[in-house]
């Protein structure tokens, strides 16, 4: 388990990887939760891309995170989880308090030829 933490002017993002439970969760927010007060963050990014295990504490970070970052008037949101972690957040819930979002999805950059429309533009 460990929390690297890189903040860009008013944005932070916390790189979390390995397990989250019980245990590595209350270190996690201990980092996270300093960085939070110590800086004027408007947007915390919770990046789940290295996590390989979360039980229901993974759950409680992030809900802990996304209250306090709106009590200092800035948002959360959850980065790259892997696709069993994302099921556990929507069914959860989480995907209403914080923006859900794939940074790893490839990004479109004009029209596309529609190979079986005859090859014509959108």
């Known amino acids: 388990?460990?929390?690297e933490l890189k903040l860009v002017a008013d944005k932070l993002t916390a790189y979390l990887s390995g397990?989250?439970?019980?245990?590595?969760?209350?270190?996690?927010?201990?980092?996270?939760d300093h960085a939070l007060r110590t800086n004027n963050i408007k947007i915390l990014t919770l990046d789940f891309s290295r996590v390989t295990f979360m039980d229901s504490s993974?759950?409680?970070l992030v809900m802990g995170r996304q209250k306090l970052a709106a009590e200092l008037g800035?948002?959360?949101?959850?980065?790259?989880?892997?696709a069993y972690i994302s099921k556990v957040m929507?069914?959860?819930?989480?995907?209403?308090l914080c923006e859900i979002i794939?940074?790893?999805a490839p990004?479109?950059?004009g029209p596309r030829r529609d190979?079986?429309?005859?090859?014509?533009?959108e």
Not at 20 to 30: E, F, L, N
Not at 115 to 121: D, I, K, R, S, T
Request: aromatic content about 0%; hydrophobic content about 35%; overall charge neutral.
């Open 115 to 121: 190979a079986a429309a005859g090859g014509e533009e």
């Open 19 to 32: 397990d989250i439970d019980h245990h590595t969760a209350a270190a996690m927010r201990t980092e996270i």
């Open 74 to 82: 800035g948002r959360c949101r959850v980065a790259d989880p892997p």
């Open 107 to 109: 990004v479109r950059t």
């Open 102 to 104: 794939d940074t790893r």
């Open 58 to 60: 993974g759950i409680g």
């Open 90 to 96: 929507k069914i959860s819930g989480i995907g209403r």
């Open 1 to 3: 388990m460990s929390v």
